[in-house]
């Protein structure tokens, strides 16, 4: 009933001042807070009085209201009040809820809407025609309530918007809420009219990493910034896209206009994204007169792309973003299909999804959450991510806004984190096709791949050549110089369509430069795998991909290192374990983290004009230097 912020919750109380002044307050769902998951802090507490006063005002402008709101406060730190804290303060109940419930959205969202309504819900509910939310709406609930005998009145419904109930206590205003959806929903069932569409059952094409990361560059390059694309792998998603009438019923308009700032007014059908930004700009300019002053025309790219092959794709400018158009514009196929049953969906005209798209209030709530890191919109995949050095990647690039793609083959992987821009996948990196089906997962959770950290490797245990078997040659070899070949092949194509240029990052080791005895196998790979890098440099620097290595030495704060190890390792050296992971040049300890960090900054701003560089992160060595 409630999706990604829209709709809220009042309650009104009585309580002291600082001087002891009984105070009457409104506390109602803050901005910016989702009632999902709101708390206490997420409640702003309003003085009554002060809008009721406001309430009387002929008129008062979007800004004057969202300054007055805040004037209101009791509490300074409190989030700004919802946009309908005048409207709930001006019902005399308790408790007042808000949604923006799917069955009745349905209901009102048709060409005979305001009579269905009636018909669904008598006497008990005032009604009021689409006004834009804010001071005018309250207004208009105001003065529709005055002319109705409040005893029967159980609720608003909001046409084309969401309804309202009220009662005296919390129970009594959520069981009425219930009650009107339920009705709504009923009134659906008995006036549905055949059977539902069944579309094209056709199983989806494979996956084409490069049809998705292609689609993601058109539409990065519209926005102007890297972005997030999700392709839905569900199926009624995918049905919904090759509906035969897609083409109209997709192009009224979003189900409530509160949807636009997330999901733009109306979906790109298919992949034309030129074309979708001409008509941007068009709808644009027959539309820019209407709002106060000069508006500033928004990026022209679609958020919501129905494709008859690739299905339900959502854009964000991060994965949070993405997902939250995604599940917005699942309620709205389904709102879609209810509304075609009984009689055809209409949504609201262009004009007034227009007002709110450019309102400076739904503005301000966008601009609070564009997110400006420097890896914002983009993609990593980081191997051997679960633990150590490679755990320590991850973390450097989420900090820094990328939505990042975690292989390893310990399923620990798989809980890493739990965040809407992490996806943690178990993979035996030394089967091609298991990296294949990883990288395909990787393009449908965030569309493409913009970053690649080679890290996984394996330190095998030390033994001389004398002894070594060509079995455990081969086995690190496998792991720490083929897999990492069938890596960056099969990312090529991927990271040649990154909006910003693709990046390779390779943790490499201290043991290219100065290998030690016993490691033979290890110095070996790791040799090889920098001359790897460095052919990669050289090759597809064209391709406006830059690859550069770090070497990392004694970072100790590994699975590699146990606690034995280390005392054996510093006890053969007559040292301390202390004073083992100080025996560098500055005499500091390496850790992942700071490892993390440089693998951080080489992918970043700092290194946009350097290739085939190789920065060592080990305290200083001097057969390195
Ligand atoms: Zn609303």
Redesign the pocket.
């Known amino acids: 009933m409630v999706l990604h912020g829209?709709?809220?919750t009042s309650v009104k109380v009585r309580a002291p001042d600082v001087f002891g002044k009984p105070e009457d307050l409104l506390y109602v769902k803050g901005s910016g807070w989702d009632l999902a998951t709101i708390e206490v802090a997420g409640f702003s507490p309003c003085r009554m009085d002060r809008l009721l006063k406001l309430a009387e005002l002929p008129r008062l402008s979007d800004l004057e209201m969202a300054r007055e709101l805040r004037v209101s406060l009791t509490e300074p730190s409190a989030p700004a009040p919802s946009v309908?804290a005048i409207l709930h303060a001006m019902i005399p109940h308790k408790y007042v809820d808000?949604?923006?419930a799917d069955a009745f959205i349905a209901l009102s969202n048709t060409p005979r809407g305001l009579d269905y309504v009636r018909e669904c819900y008598g006497d008990g509910v005032v009604i009021i025609p689409y006004v834009m939310?804010g001071f005018v709406l309250a207004k208009r609930c105001f003065e529709m309530m005055r002319s109705n005998s409040l005893q029967r009145v159980v609720g608003i419904a909001?046409m084309n918007?969401?309804l309202v109930t009220f009662g005296e206590t919390a129970k009594e205003s959520y069981d009425r809420m219930i009650d009107l959806v339920t009705k709504a929903e009923d009134y659906i069932a008995r006036h549905r009219v055949g059977q539902p569409l069944t579309a094209n059952p056709q199983p989806s094409a494979a996956i084409s990493r490069k049809a998705i990361a292609s689609l993601r560059q058109e539409v990065s390059k519209a926005i102007g910034k890297p972005a997030i694309l999700n392709k839905s792998v569900s199926d009624p998603d995918l049905q919904f896209a090759r509906r035969g009438d897609i083409a109209t019923i997709s192009q009224q308009g979003p189900a409530?206009p509160?949807h636009v700032i997330r999901t733009k007014r109306v979906p790109l059908i298919g992949r034309d994204v030129p074309a979708y930004c001409a008509a941007y700009r068009e709808y644009f300019e027959r539309n820019k007169a209407r709002g106060v002053g000069r508006l500033t025309m928004l990026d022209c790219a679609p958020r919501v792309i129905l494709d008859p092959e690739l299905g339900l794709c959502t854009v964000g400018l991060t994965a949070g973003a993405t997902m939250v158009a995604r599940d917005i514009y699942r309620h709205t196929i389904r709102i879609i299909e209810q509304a075609c049953a009984i009689g055809g969906w209409k949504a609201l005209s262009e004009a007034d999804v227009f007002d709110v798209e450019y309102w400076d209030l739904e503005q301000a709530k966008l601009r609070a959450s564009s997110g400006s890191k420097e890896f914002s919109g983009e993609v990593a995949l980081v191997t051997g991510a679960a633990s150590g050095i490679g755990k320590a990647c991850v973390q450097s690039l989420l900090d820094r806004g990328a939505a990042v793609v975690g292989l390893d083959i310990d399923p620990a992987i798989t809980t890493l984190h739990a965040r809407p821009d992490f996806l943690g996948l178990t993979c035996d990196l030394t089967q091609a096709d298991a990296v294949k089906i990883a990288l395909d997962q990787a393009a449908v959770a965030f569309g493409g791949l913009d970053i690649l950290v080679l890290n996984a490797g394996i330190f095998p245990k030390s033994i001389g050549i004398k002894d070594l078997t060509l079995e455990s040659w081969r086995r690190v070899m496998t792991i720490n110089v083929d897999a990492n070949l069938v890596l960056l092949r099969e990312c090529y194509e991927m990271l040649a369509l990154a909006p910003a240029g693709g990046r390779v990052a390779i943790v490499g080791s201290k043991n290219v430069r100065a290998p030690g005895p016993g490691a033979a196998a290890y110095s070996a790979s790791k040799a090889a795998l920098n001359q790897l890098a460095r052919v990669a440099a050289l090759e597809w620097a064209d391709a406006g991909i830059r690859v550069n290595s770090v070497h990392p030495n004694m970072v100790f704060d590994t699975k590699l290192w146990t606690d034995e190890v280390m005392k054996a390792r510093a006890l053969s050296y007559g040292l301390t374990v202390e004073q083992y992971r100080r025996n560098n040049l500055l005499h500091v300890s390496v850790t992942s983290a700071d490892v993390g960090e440089l693998v951080a900054a080489i992918c970043g701003r700092a290194f946009a004009k350097t290739t085939g560089a190789h920065v060592p992160v080990d305290g200083g060595n001097e057969r390195v230097i």
């Open positions: 829209g709709g809220n309908e808000h949604t923006h939310p909001l918007h969401g409530t509160d």
